[in-house]
T-cell receptor, first 115, second 114 residues
Framework: AQSVTQLGSHVSVSEGALVLLRCNYS??????LFWYVQYPNQGLQLLLK??????LVKGINGFEAEFKKSETSFHLTKPSAHMSDAAEYFC?????????????FGAGTRLAVHP | KAGVTQTPRYLIKTRGQQVTLSCSPI?????VSWYQQTPGQGLQFLFE???????NKGNFPGRFSGRQFSNSRSEMNVSTLELGDSALYLC?????????????FGPGTRLTVT
């Protein structure tokens, strides 16, 4: 079965510092990959997606992610953190075949941004 | 376009009761998926409907069921509620017809079972 591992349940950075949130997937066939963000008491907002068109994917709010097949990774980065980036981030996969709309989520990483 | 809407936003029920949650997808979206979010288990897929047919189902007991109407609106029902059913239930909609199945989430329904 496919799975997603997010390294680090909590990440803390200073405002202006690099944000790096890690995600690894397990699949013999590269799936569709997504990053979502969840603010308190809200649903999930799509940040970006990987669909095999390009390995470096740019998303909203200055975030980007790089797909590395050899490392089965899809890490999320942002060059300079803002206070408003404090939230929980989820990496998710959607199997390419037979999965239809079935997202398998990682456990999430809570990002704290300090002034 | 209006986003995904879910009603009610908050719900308190007693063990043994049943509950129905509603989801209205983005206009034009034909797929609706449901997820359960709890602190212990995280985000888990419940089921997906496309054009009124269940296309996929997660690993949940039969007490959890759903349906989709011809206007793509969806409901999920949980019967014989247990304390462990307390969770945030999220609905997501997608065009669904073709990959990569970009899903848009609603704000969720917070269910508390006492």
């Amino acid at each position: 079965a496919q799975s997603v591992t997010q390294l680090g349940s909590h990440v803390s950075v200073s405002e202006g510092a690099l944000v790096l949130l890690r995600c690894n997937y397990s699949s013999s066939v590269p799936p569709y990959l997504f990053w979502y963000v969840q603010y308190p008491n809200q649903g999930l907002q799509l940040l970006l997606k990987y669909t095999s068109a390009a390995t470096l994917v740019k998303g909203i709010n200055g975030f980007e992610a790089e797909f590395k097949k050899s490392e089965t990774s899809f890490h999320l980065t942002k060059p300079s953190a803002h206070m408003s980036d404090a939230a929980e981030y989820f990496c998710a996969v959607n199997p390419v075949s037979g999965g239809y709309n079935k997202l398998i989520f990682g456990a999430g990483t809570r990002l704290a941004v300090h002034p | 376009k209006a986003g995904v809407t879910q009603t009610p936003r908050y719900l308190i029920k007693t063990r043994g009761q049943q509950v129905t949650l509603s989801c209205s997808p983005i206009s034009g979206h034909r797929s609706v998926s449901w997820y359960q979010q709890t602190p212990g288990q995280g985000l888990q897929f419940l089921f997906e409907y496309f054009s009124e047919t269940q296309r996929n189902k997660g690993n949940f007991p039969g007490r959890f069921s759903g349906r989709q109407f011809s206007n793509s609106r969806s409901e999920m029902n949980v019967s014989t509620l247990e304390l462990g059913d307390s969770a945030l239930y999220l609905c997501a909609s997608s065009l669904g017809a073709q990959a990569p199945y970009e899903q848009y989430f609603g704000p969720g329904t917070r269910l508390t079972v006492t």
